[in-house]
């Protein structure tokens, strides 16, 4: 079993962060990969975005640069576990240490053919890679309430997965589960 855990960025505003860390830490028995959000890095490209109206290919990768900060960021917060930034390597990697972080590279993402917008944040990359290094689970935790039977297209449609999240999902063969950071926190299955 290998799970994809996708951390949202606003976990850092919560202090939820250093808690979903301490939860994923104790259950490491399987391969867990962290997807980090780009937390308030990425706040700050579309504030920068909005006041110098650079282009969205600019934007992307200087939101991907916010996923890497982040990934620094936890990696600091628990150096037990380890950065890869190199998709590829993830399958090797994972057998070393039991949780890795992945730091995602734009030049792979652009090789991958996945478009330069907004459309598509965190969420869908981590569906990407979940895709791509045939996970088992996708497991993505919001601060955001998350309805108990709400469907991904719902959530999409209500904001808190990004647009291009049902695109990047409709093949996949891998679990998908989107929780809020409370419930994540109680659950230890």
């Given at each position: 079993?290998?799970?994809?855990?996708?951390?949202?960025?606003?976990?850092?505003e919560?202090?939820?962060?250093?808690?979903?860390l301490?939860?994923?830490?104790?259950r490491?028995?399987?391969?867990?990969?962290?997807?980090?959000?780009?937390?308030p890095?990425?706040?700050?490209?579309?504030?920068?975005?909005?006041q110098?109206?650079?282009?969205?290919?600019?934007?992307?990768r200087?939101?991907?640069?916010?996923?890497?900060?982040?990934?620094?960021?936890?990696?600091?917060?628990?150096?037990?576990?380890?950065?890869?930034?190199?998709?590829?390597?993830?399958?090797?990697?994972?057998?070393?240490?039991?949780?890795?972080?992945?730091?995602?590279?734009?030049?792979?993402?652009?090789?991958?053919?996945?478009?330069?917008s907004w459309?598509?944040?965190?969420d869908?990359?981590?569906?990407?890679?979940?895709?791509?290094?045939?996970?088992?689970?996708?497991?993505?935790?919001?601060?955001?309430p998350?309805?108990?039977?709400?469907?991904?297209?719902?959530?999409?449609?209500?904001?808190?997965?990004?647009?291009?999240f049902?695109?990047?999902?409709?093949?996949?063969?891998?679990?998908?589960?989107?929780?809020?950071?409370?419930?994540?926190l109680?659950?230890h299955?």
């Amino acid at each position: 079993m290998t799970f994809v855990i996708k951390l949202g960025g606003s976990l850092l505003e919560t202090a939820a962060l250093p808690a979903c860390l301490a939860t994923i830490a104790n259950r490491a028995g399987y391969p867990i990969i962290i997807v980090p959000g780009g937390g308030p890095f990425a706040e700050q490209v579309r504030i920068a975005q909005r006041q110098w109206r650079f282009d969205d290919l600019a934007a992307h990768r200087m939101a991907i640069l916010a996923m890497q900060q982040m990934a620094l960021l936890i990696q600091s917060l628990m150096p037990e576990f380890a950065i890869v930034a190199d998709a590829e390597s993830i399958r090797c990697a994972s057998q070393v240490k039991p949780v890795l972080i992945w730091s995602p590279q734009v030049e792979q993402l652009d090789q991958a053919g996945i478009a330069a917008s907004w459309d598509i944040t965190s969420d869908s990359l981590a569906a990407w890679l979940a895709g791509y290094i045939e996970a088992d689970e996708l497991i993505i935790v919001k601060s955001a309430p998350i309805p108990e039977q709400a469907s991904l297209l719902g959530l999409q449609q209500q904001g808190i997965l990004d647009a291009a999240f049902p695109r990047f999902t409709a093949q996949a063969h891998y679990k998908i589960k989107v929780i809020n950071k409370d419930r994540f926190l109680s659950h230890h299955d």
